[in-house]
C-alpha cells in the first residue's frame, strides 16, 4: 500500500488563564478557582480545570464553538449545557442528572479566551493540527 506525504503539523500552542468562576448551589454561590486551557493538538476543545481544595483538579472538556453560542442561547447535550444567566454571565450545567454541578462564569472573559483560541487555530483549520498518525496506525493492524 503506498504511502501519502503527509503535511508536518504546526508546532503546537498553548493557551491557559485562571478564571474564578462561581458553584452556585440553592442556598449560595462559592467561588471556585478554574484555569481554562487550550491545546491545538485537541483543536475543537477548552478544557476547564476546577481547582478543589485539598484534591485534584476536576476537568471537562468543552467545544469552543458551544461556549460561543452558549453565551447566545441555551446549547449543549448530555452532560454539558450552557446559557447566558439572568443579570449577565454564563452558566455551564455539568455532569449527569442527578449528580450535576452549575456553575458561572463572566462570559465577557471566557468568550475573550475562545476568540483567543481562534487566533492560533482558526476555524475550519482544526483538521490541520490533530496528529491522525496513532489512529491511522491501529486501523492498520
Not at 67 to 77: E, H, I, K, N, Y
Not at 118 to 133: A, C, K, M, N, S
Amino acid at each position: 500500500m503506498p504511502q501519502h506525504p503527509v503535511a508536518p503539523l504546526p508546532a503546537p500552542r498553548v493557551l491557559t488563564q485562571p478564571i474564578t468562576m462561581e458553584l452556585l448551589t440553592p442556598d449560595a454561590a462559592a467561588p471556585i478557582d478554574t484555569t481554562v486551557g487550550y491545546d491545538s493538538r485537541d483543536p475543537h476543545a477548552l478544557s476547564i480545570a476546577f481547582h478543589l481544595p485539598g484534591e485534584d483538579p476536576v476537568v471537562w472538556r468543552v467545544d469552543r464553538e458551544m461556549v460561543l453560542t452558549g453565551s447566545l442561547q441555551p446549547t449543549g447535550d448530555g452532560e454539558i449545557r450552557l446559557r447566558p444567566a439572568p443579570h449577565g454571565g454564563l452558566l455551564l450545567r455539568l455532569g449527569p442528572a442527578g449528580r450535576r454541578a452549575v456553575v458561572r462564569c463572566e462570559q465577557e472573559a471566557l468568550v475573550r479566551f475562545v476568540r483567543d483560541t481562534f487566533v492560533l487555530v482558526p476555524q475550519g483549520t482544526e483538521e490541520r493540527h490533530i496528529d491522525w498518525g496513532p489512529l491511522l496506525a491501529s486501523l492498520r493492524r
